[in-house]
């Protein structure tokens, strides 16, 4: 057992493989970076930051980790901007909200959605969305 681990990069990986194979967000057009660049095309999502809380008891190790999920969309038509990026969110939340990992090392207990929100960037025309997922391991 791997008392103490920090599983970050463990989850994210496993959330980079399912937001990749969504077929929702393919067919919006969405790529996923762990890093973009000024020069990485609209629209896409990162995988943002984590947060640990560990929930270890005697007999087991446990943690409650919150990633942050970014979405981005640039377009100055307002009517679709903000639209497409709710379906982008949605298409995230749907490919993520599922018991259905298989993480090496790790027993996903429960997932759930800690809240989403869209915004206006400060960049006219950008349009940014972040939703916040929470996952309860088990550490094997």
Not at 21 to 49: C, F, K, M, R
Not at 53 to 63: Q, V
Request: charged share 20%; with cysteine.
């Amino acid at each position: 057992m791997n008392y103490f681990l920090l599983p970050f990069y463990e989850i994210q990986t496993a959330i980079y493989q399912k937001l990749k194979a969504s077929p929702h967000l393919q067919a919006l057009g969405v790529e996923v970076y762990d890093t973009p660049d000024e020069n990485t095309p609209y629209p896409y999502v990162t995988i943002g930051e984590p947060y640990s809380n560990p929930l270890d008891t005697k007999t087991s190790n446990r943690e409650q980790v919150t990633f942050t999920i970014h979405a981005w969309r640039k377009d100055n038509d307002e009517s679709t901007g903000k639209r497409i990026l709710y379906e982008i969110l949605s298409a995230c939340q749907q490919a993520l909200i599922t018991r259905r990992y298989s993480i090496n090392g790790l027993t996903v207990l429960d997932v759930t959605r800690n809240g989403a929100q869209v915004f206006d960037d400060v960049e006219v025309g950008l349009k940014h969305g972040v939703l916040t997922v929470r996952y309860k391991v088990q550490i094997n």
